[in-house]
């Protein structure tokens, strides 16, 4: 059977492989709906189209079928140190959470998990705002040639801090997103009519999804002025395509009120929304199945294809402790074929 908690038969480079290909294999699947997402957010002056599926049709026409996954290498890229980066900042936020009982609170252990991701997000920001640009721009006059042009360019021509624009949008949106986060968990019981250690696998997915979309509506505006900032430079044609000029984080906020209204502080919340089942459907299916390659290849099960369990393995072993029980065990039956005089 499945689990969602950590699995202390995978090594972390295991765990931090199947977390890689997972969201890698989801970013891709679910690219074209972030496309749409990035394109509303930064109203790009491409044309007039309304709805996610019409502004993908558009794309598609306009530069062709590749330009639906513009910016996704650069996003599956920045997974694996993002993730690194995550793992170890939240141990550092729980043991710094932990009272001297060794016991954490739910709402310590979200903060500890907002403030990791915070963590991550800043340390890898510049692939993230590469990836803003590389999004926003036409295929067919493309202002960088790739990833590394791109970030080449952007340091040349605008700075270092540049790479940083919008930065402090992500601490601000990391609020809300802890707020949301313990509003979901606080209900959990309320809406299953059970205790949370009895959820099934279907209930416990579905709390993800749900968890997911009151986060991102909550924290989607500063989203959007973070994508803003980034699309938008003076080194490019029309710059950047953001159809609002500002000259800072609040003032972008102001600008996009004023010119678009509110509720454009939410333009591209649809298809964000959209790509949520089927991102996290594909995250926790691949990441499920890689996981049972690496249980079966250390050991623990019968078959990669399958959770049956292997006879005569003691599961509560670590990987290398069952390395070197084998490794003995194989030493001892050696010595007892020798033949003796």
Not at 168 to 179: E, R, Y
Request: hydrophobic share 45%; aromatic share 10%; with cysteine.
């Amino acid at each position: 059977m499945a689990t969602w908690r950590r699995d202390g038969r995978l090594t972390g480079g295991q765990r931090l492989l199947c977390a890689g290909v997972a969201g890698a294999l989801s970013l891709s699947l679910t690219a074209p709906l972030e496309l749409a997402t990035v394109l509303a957010q930064v109203g790009a002056r491409r044309g007039r189209a309304r709805g996610p599926w019409a502004e993908g049709l558009r794309v598609w026409r306009a530069e062709g079928p590749r330009a639906l996954w513009k910016g996704n290498a650069v996003a599956c890229l920045r997974l694996f140190p993002c993730s690194a980066v995550q793992l170890a900042a939240y141990r550092k936020f729980v043991m710094l959470f932990t009272d001297d009982l060794g016991h954490i609170s739910q709402w310590r252990s979200i903060m500890a998990g907002s403030l990791a991701g915070m963590v991550s997000t800043v340390v890898t920001y510049p692939t993230d705002l590469i990836k803003t640009r590389l999004t926003v721009q036409n295929l067919l006059e493309p202002s960088y040639r790739g990833i590394f042009h791109a970030f080449s360019t952007v340091y040349q021509q605008e700075g270092f801090l540049a790479l940083y624009r919008g930065v402090s949008l992500t601490v601000l949106g990391a609020l809300p997103f802890s707020a949301g986060s313990l509003l979901v968990y606080m209900n959990l019981e309320r809406i299953w009519n059970g205790p949370r250690d009895r959820f099934s696998l279907l209930q416990n997915f579905a709390n993800v999804c749900l968890a997911a979309a009151v986060t991102q509506t909550l924290s989607f505006p500063f989203d959007t002025v973070k994508r803003n900032m980034q699309a938008q430079s003076p080194c490019l044609p029309h710059r950047g395509g953001v159809d609002v000029h500002f000259s800072g984080a609040v003032d972008c906020f102001r600008q996009i009120v004023k010119a678009r209204g509110v509720l454009a502080l939410w333009n591209g919340l649809t298809p964000n929304l959209l790509k949520i089942v089927p991102y996290f459907g594909v995250m926790f299916g691949t990441f499920e199945f890689c996981k049972r390659i690496c249980l079966y290849q250390n050991g623990y099960t019968v078959s990669p294809l399958s959770y049956q369990l292997t006879p005569g393995v003691d599961q509560s072993l670590k990987p290398q402790e069952l390395r070197e029980f084998k490794k003995f065990f194989k030493t001892r039956q050696l010595k007892s074929k020798k033949p003796t005089l």
